[in-house]
């Protein structure tokens, strides 16, 4: 079936530490590939995608690779911020539009 | 532009109770979603719509839950009779036009619920 695994939070930096958060993916064919924030107390938004192996996505810093050979699109951030601490989400999505969202990786970062 | 908009944002309810909360989808969009977000089980998808028709209930967690959409520019989830364990954050989110490389969803501020 259809699953995106992400890494285990809570994950907590130092201001202008380097984050990585893990994504693997498992499908069929080859997904459109998202990483969607969400803020306390708000919805869920869409920070990058990739659409495509070898593709990158990248927002606010903020940066995925779409690899094919290892199924992985792991977030990268070269120096976070206090104001980045939210939950971060991978998902993928399958024809006919059914979005699916791994669990979420709790990020903190402290000044 | 206006976004997703749900209401109520915060509804306390007895158990028992009918509850319904409401869903604007941004104008133009012709897919609406229902989600449920909770600490134990994450982000699962509900029901999806396309111009208004259910296209997958297969996430609604028993005939308590029902979801309409009577035109293009609203939904309701109702459920009826609410339990405890049917508090959590219920978004709605919308997209517009399909295509093969997948698009992006908007998602509302979320409706948080508690039944006591």
């Known amino acids: 079936g259809n699953s995106v695994t992400q890494m285990e939070g809570p994950v907590t930096l130092s201001e202008e530490a380097f984050l990585t958060i893990n994504c693997t993916y498992t499908?069929?064919?080859?997904?459109?590939l998202f990483w969607y924030v969400q803020y306390p107390g708000e919805g869920l938004q869409l920070l990058l995608k990739a659409t495509k192996a070898d593709d990158k996505g990248s927002n606010k810093g903020f940066e995925a690779t779409y690899r094919k050979e290892t199924t992985s699109f792991h977030l990268e951030k070269g120096s976070v911020q206090v104001s980045d601490s939210a939950v971060y989400f991978c998902?993928?999505?399958?024809?006919?539009?059914?979005?699916?969202f791994g669990t979420g990786t709790r990020l903190k970062v402290l000044a | 532009d206006a976004g997703v908009i749900q209401s109520p944002r915060h509804e306390v309810t007895e158990m028992g109770q009918e509850v319904t909360l409401r869903c604007k989808p941004i104008?133009?969009?012709?897919?609406l979603f229902w989600y449920r977000q909770t600490m134990m089980r994450g982000l699962e998808l509900l029901i999806y719509?396309?111009?208004?028709?259910?296209?997958?209930d297969s996430g609604m967690p028993e005939d308590r839950f029902s979801a309409k959409m009577p035109n293009a520019s609203f939904s309701t989830l109702k459920i009826q009779p609410s339990e405890p364990r049917d508090s959590a954050v219920y978004f709605c989110?919308?997209?517009?036009?399909?295509?093969?490389?997948?698009?992006?969803?908007?998602f509302g501020e979320g409706s948080w619920l508690t039944v006591v």
């Open positions: 499908a069929t064919g080859y997904p459109s």
């Open positions: 998902a993928l999505i399958r024809f006919p539009y059914k979005y699916i």
């Open positions: 719509f396309n111009n208004n028709v259910p296209i997958d």
């Open positions: 989110a919308s997209s517009g036009r399909v295509s093969i490389s997948g698009n992006t969803i908007y």
């Open positions: 104008s133009g969009h012709d897919y």
